[in-house]
């Protein structure tokens, strides 16, 4: 498979080191004339390290170049990778004029080429971005469909400037984005992979696409909390790496996949507690604490949106399965599930209640829930006969039954998942699903 690379930038210039030292033959593209007579005289035009060893010998041998020449580029290759930058403008958002510019150079020529040719696209760029920007401009200049007369996919790229090469040999992840049926891209981009272990997710295209975002985002959300950590342990002489050293040593719930599936919001007898006290405590050592007061509207956010699932479904008479902050618990302190049932009420609706871990309680003490204790029912059952619109809470395997046997038109609005099958006829929603 002979290659070429639109964008002799960072992520071209690693890119065509890496294939190259792979075994492919690679083309760089870039219409500034002085980075290309860089590569070609065996100079990287970017400081990296190791590059600059890897272009000279293989320019000298031949089996890298760099070009101008759309045109040659493209008819000479198989597939494209497509790497040109995409800033910020002005006002934020996402520059794609130059993903777009590729995008109808190489059009202009497959409008020409034989041969089967496979466009994949490397920039950052949002989701909903190659579907909306680049295919439309392939195929307006081609006059050829994508996915069937030429292959497209999505393959971002992940380097850390400074360890780029470390990083493409050995990358913690790789993400294939597939357009819709176009397995022979994702075969292509899985023979451009061989050498590396790491085993490619192969995902739609708009997942793979929000999917550099989020990575980028998280490690972002990191480095601000662990600065916001930091700040407040400086304010009272305490050393903020142990601290986070002895936090990044619980692999189970600190570094870990804990906590990071979306869903509802949080609450219990710990959390907002905690949260509330060390804010208080950034005030009182003058001491912002941007990141904690971020998560605090977040979570309110999170309680807002699941109101109005509510509201949209229209219906009146609303069953709420599971009202304890988790599965497994009895401890009503702080449940987001309490506050999205008070909200309900003040705004008119009607209430059904059940969990089985409360109810049971509330069985023998009825002071238990006392300002709800109203609405309790003793079944699932007994709460999907009084409602129009169910909310699913928690995933007690005591509601499963009631849930597979709901009466058509039901609504739902699922805030944790559950994979319980329900009628064809349930108006069932997902709160970030
Ligand atoms: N730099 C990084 O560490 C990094 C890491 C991962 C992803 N990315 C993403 O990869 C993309 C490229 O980033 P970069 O840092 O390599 O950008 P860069 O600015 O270093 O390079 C982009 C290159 O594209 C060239 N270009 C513009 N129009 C072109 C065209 N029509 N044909 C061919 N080349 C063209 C420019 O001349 C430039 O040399 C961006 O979307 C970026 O967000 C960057």
Redesign the pocket.
């Given at each position: 498979m002979r290659i070429s690379i639109?964008?002799?930038?960072?992520?071209?210039c690693v890119s065509a080191a890496c294939l190259v030292l792979d075994g492919f033959n690679v083309a760089l593209?870039?219409?500034?004339a002085a980075?290309i007579a860089s590569i070609n005289s065996g100079k990287s035009p970017i400081y990296e390290p190791g590059l600059n060893e890897i272009i000279k010998s293989f320019i000298t041998n031949g089996m890298l170049s760099a070009t101008q020449q759309?045109e040659q580029a493209v008819l000479d290759s198989d597939l494209s990778l497509c790497?040109?930058?995409?800033p910020s403008r002005e006002d934020g958002s996402l520059e794609t004029n130059?993903v777009k510019?590729?995008a109808e150079?190489i059009g202009s020529v497959l409008k020409h080429k034989k041969a089967f040719h496979i466009v994949v696209i490397?920039?950052?760029v949002l989701p909903g971005t190659v579907e909306a920007v680049v295919i439309p401009a392939l195929e307006e200049k081609s006059g050829k469909k994508a996915g069937i007369d030429f292959g497209i996919a999505y393959y971002p790229?992940?380097?850390?400037?400074g360890t780029a090469i470390a990083d493409y040999k050995d990358p913690g992840a790789i993400v294939f984005g597939q357009y819709k049926d176009d397995t022979k891209s994702i075969e292509a981009l899985n023979a451009l992979c061989k050498n590396i272990a790491t085993k490619p997710h192969v995902i739609p295209l708009r997942s793979a696409e929000i999917v550099k975002y989020t990575n980028n985002c998280w490690h972002a959300v990191k480095i601000s909390f662990s600065n916001e950590i930091g700040n407040l342990c400086k304010s009272v002489d305490i050393d903020s790496h142990e601290v986070m050293e002895v936090l990044c040593s619980d692999k189970r719930l600190n570094i870990s996949s804990a906590y990071m599936k979306p869903g509802f919001a949080y609450g219990g007898s710990c959390l907002p507690k905690d949260l509330r006290a060390l804010r208080h405590f950034g005030k009182m050592e003058n001491v912002a604490t941007p990141m904690l007061d971020a998560a605090v509207s977040a979570n309110e956010y999170q309680l807002l949106r699941a109101f109005q699932l509510v509201k949209k479904t229209g219906k009146k008479k609303i069953g709420i399965l599971g009202i304890t902050f988790k599965s497994d618990t009895d401890d009503l302190r702080e449940s987001p599930l309490v506050a999205l049932a008070e909200k309900l009420l003040g705004k008119g609706f009607e209430l059904a209640i059940y969990d089985p871990n409360v109810s049971a309680k509330f069985a023998s003490d009825h002071n238990y829930i006392s300002h709800l204790a109203g609405y309790m029912k003793s079944s699932a059952g007994d709460v999907v006969s009084f409602s129009d619109a169910v909310v699913i809470g928690n995933k007690a395997k005591e509601n499963d039954a009631a849930l597979e046997t709901m009466p058509e038109g039901m609504s739902v609005v699922d805030l944790v998942r559950v994979k319980v099958p329900m009628h064809s006829s349930v108006a069932y929603e997902g709160l970030v699903w």
């Open positions: 639109f964008g002799a930038g960072y992520v071209g593209v870039d219409p500034d980075k759309y790497c040109p930058g995409t130059y510019d590729v150079q490397r920039s950052t790229e992940f380097l850390r400037e």
